[in-house]
């Protein structure tokens, strides 16, 4: 059975590009997109996901907000961050982040092997 999975980014052509990715992915279906950190929250809640991908910037709610209220209605549910920031979030700054993993959008290939290390197929 295909892992569930969630993105949430305001940019209409990266979750465009992640949909590609998951369609070309037999062991993960993109069940849910949100274009902001509020609906990101609905939509773990309803569906349930087994992992959940965040941008960090984003209107309404960001993606630290939004993976704070997130780990607490689920928290064993693997969050990543995928942000163009991602140098900043790996600072020692942000260590506190709610997140499991950061990765870099210039790195957007390597979000896959990221996802399998996180939750198993």
């Known amino acids: 059975m295909a892992k569930k ?3 949430a980014d ?5 979750r465009k590009m992640l949909r590609r990715m998951f369609e070309a992915q037999q062991d993960y279906d993109l069940c849910a997109e949100a274009e902001n950190g ?5 939509l773990a809640i309803e569906h349930r ?4 991908i965040l941008d960090l910037e984003m209107p309404v709610m960001n993606g630290i907000d939004a993976a704070r209220e997130i780990k607490k209605a689920l928290p064993a ?3 990543i961050l995928f942000t163009q ?3 900043i979030a790996r600072g020692s700054a942000f260590t506190n982040f709610p997140v499991d993993r950061v990765v870099s ?6 979000l896959i092997g990221h996802i399998r290390s996180l939750v198993s197929a």
């Open 85 to 87: 920031y991602a140098d």
């Open 5 to 7: 999975i969630i993105v």
């Open 49 to 52: 996901p087994d992992l959940i």
């Open 10 to 14: 305001d940019n209409a052509i990266i």
């Open 38 to 42: 509020q609906e990101a929250i609905a």
């Open 77 to 79: 549910v693997p969050i």
């Open 105 to 110: 959008k210039n790195e957007g290939m390597s």
